[in-house]
Nanobody, 122 residues
Framework: QVQLVESGGGLVQPGGSLRLSCAASGFTLDYYAIGWFRQAPGKEREGVSCISSSDGSTYYADSARGRFTISRDNAKNTVDLQMNSLKPEDTAVYYC???????????????WGQGTQVTVSS
């Protein structure tokens, strides 16, 4: 069974850090580009970051660039999203998803996780 599972979400104060992890079962993540998306209450889901499968290229939304870092751990079959300098506006459910090539177009992703809640609040 093909499955993506996110973990690492939680409550953090503004300026703090969290590390999200996307784990796969039933397939090998390093054959796929992995994107991170988020959906805040009352807003549409939006792309945050993506890492390619071919050369490890990384892509970031303007809101994430300079604060978030996406990386692969092939030994663990995970893709992590290190989030630093978190802001209240980063509060959202964060999803990872798998596709062939990095894109912000969500329907092009074949597999999605169930999401993990990130809340940034004092």
């Amino acid at each position: 069974q093909v499955q993506l599972v996110e973990s690492g979400g939680g409550l953090v104060q503004p300026g703090g850090s969290l590390r999200l992890s996307c784990a796969a079962s039933g397939f090998t993540l390093d054959y796929y580009a992995i994107g991170w998306f988020r959906q805040a209450p009352g807003k549409e889901r939006e792309g945050v970051s993506c890492i390619s499968s071919s050369d490890g290229s990384t892509y970031y939304a303007d809101s994430a660039r300079g604060r978030f870092t996406i990386s692969r751990d092939n030994a663990k079959n995970t893709v992590d999203l290190q989030m630093n300098s978190l802001k209240p506006e980063d509060t959202a459910v964060y999803y990872c998803a798998a596709t062939w090539e990095c894109t912000w177009t969500q329907y092009q992703y074949d597999y999605w996780g169930q999401g993990t809640q990130v809340t940034v609040s004092s």
